[in-house]
């Protein structure tokens, strides 16, 4: 306190000494003059003979004893610094003495002192002991001198650091490629280094340096040797896919990540491995490959799909920290081998079915819906299970191009689920199931898949109506009937067909056609009898037998209670349908899995149907079952559903042309192409060469016209 008194004195008296210059003047320089001599002759001198070790040693002694000094001498001379030196043109006791320090010593080592430091930074990069703390003080001496800026350092040490680290990497890289184990061990050194060189900055550099000196390490290290690293036969990245070595694929990509060039060839990599994976599960499919037990070659194939996007999906998220490139990359594959062009090595083809030679060209889009079909038919382990099933068919869903085709499927599919099953449970997956199509696709695909479920929902209460109304008028079905009303709208289109059902059949369709007109106002009833079932009872000579069988099958069934037998083409006279539908029906229940009829004749070897042909009950049918399901000879749909497919995208195309004018007003020939593209690629990929036929259709019909100065230009008309 005493010398605080003391220079309060001195610097308050008003008394100026000669020239003009106040005493807090001739403090300030005497102080400053005092400092400088100092640092000249008791400390230049200590240090300016020193090397090596010895320089750091004795740099780091003075500089820490100048510390000292500096800062008794602002609490001693606090009252100068805080008023006499509030002048912008005058430096504040500790710049002041900063600067002092610079001018008679650093200018005079600060080469010697860096080439030192960079002689220690080498020598614990070689794995030797250095003492970091001396170290770290002479390294922020540079800052220091900066006076609170870091260009001082950046030029007199960063610079010469980072050239020397660039060199001396550049002679490590040349080492490790040399040494054994190859790719494996010199990645494994480059992140060891990186790591050590991270620790090394956060210890004894400036902050600023620690990007820098990373970036140049990378540079040597990772960058100049890029193409060995990721492409090594041994080692590289479809290496260690190939190979599972899950670990050093994770180091691979903790290097890399910073790396925008690095990472997107890794990326490549992975996408080419995926996408040759998936064109040999396509290979393997059209070659007639099963399941180990047996199953069905379209579920194997869905299931090999799922499981590889598994193997990647665990594989990104534990070793790659699900980095969108890598998910990108693996969206790129699967759209590749999912969506096969008719010209593609890895097209699916099937074998044609019905007995004929050749392969079929089938899509992604059926197979999927066809698995989920097998899947909502079958009960599952847990709703859990179920659940994360479904989630995974929705993904894979995601890469198909024809997302209208898989629509088509699945309405037809799910129309039967519904028809044939109707339990609550089954409602609960199906509501599950189109939820998570709609958030993937929105409302506009789903609804018409909404609206059978609402018809179910609706029918329900409808056959209760129904009951209750028979009720009223004392009537007795002859047959457990229970109908069902399809709005027009939601459902596939269904083939009418001219059937003429048995009396007691035909009397529960005129009691409920009755009940419907009373019901409801200005509705039509169409009855898709194709698409009913029942339950009929036989009692054979070696037990009764219930049967489910469809519509078609059940009338026929039962002529056999009029008349011994039956001929086919008193059949049809009766029932009122074409022959080939007569055919296939007695077909099915002669000479399939449960041959309930038989020929008359008794020829087992015939397994055709003629007009001519008579039928009577095979009374020596045995079945170990009492119930059991007799399978219809269906008519193959499938390219029915990609002809109908086809048809409705022209109409598409069309109402996205019109769409599109109506809000440009005028647009030219290749933005109308690329917009119905854009617009449309949510759904399927539509074809250039159809949207200009379309486009010539429009022009005739008016919707649109070619501009008359510039032809490529398209004009809307009101």
Sequence with gaps: MYAYTVVYNVCTKHQSAKN?????????????????????????????HKTGDALLQEVHKEWKTHGLIVKWARFMFRYLDDYYTKSPQIDNLSTMMLKGFERAVFQRIKTSLRNVILTNIESERDGNTIDREVLRSAIWLFIDMGMETTEVYNQDFEKEFIKQSREYYQREAQQWQMEPGGQYTYLKKVEQKNMEEARRADSYLAPTTKGTLLKAIEQELLVTHMDKCLEDADAGTEALLNNERNDELGRMYRLFKNNGPGLERMADIVRKVIEREGKQINSKFSSGGTGETGEAASTTYIKSCLTLHDKYSQLFSTYLENNEQFLKARKTAYEVFVNPQQGDAWVLKQKTKGGKEGMDVITTSELLSTFIDGIMKKEMESEEALDNILDKCVTLFTYIHDKDLFQQFYMKQMSRRLMHNKNQHLLDQERTQIS???MKMGSAYTSKLEGMLADQGVADNQNKHFKEYLADFEVKLPIDFTPLVLTTGFWPAFKHDTLAPPTGMNNCLSWFEKFY?????????????????ASVVRKFPKGPREMSVTTYQACILVLFNETGSVVAKQAQETLKLPFEEIK????????????????????????????????????????????????AVVKQEREQIVDTNQEQRLHVIEACIVRIMKSRRVLSHSDLIAETIQQLSNLFSPEVRVIKKRIEDLIQRQYLERDEADRKQYRYLA
């Design 436 to 438: 998570k199509l709609k």
């Design 20 to 48: 003009g210059v106040t005493c807090a003047q001739e403090l300030y320089r005497r102080l400053k003059e005092m400092i400088e001599n100092h640092l000249r002759e008791s400390v230049t001198d200590k240090v300016i």
């Design 517 to 533: 007109e009373k019901t409801t106002q200005s509705r039509k009833l169409t009855w898709i009898h194709s698409l009913g079932h």
């Design 584 to 631: 296939r029906t007695f077909h099915s229940l002669a000479y399939g899995k449960f041959p309930v009829i038989k020929r008359a004749d008794g020829n087992k070897a015939l397994k055709q149907v003629k007009e001519g042909d008579e039928f009577i009950i095979n009374d020596d049918f045995h079945a170990n079952q009492r119930k059991f399901k007799i399978p």
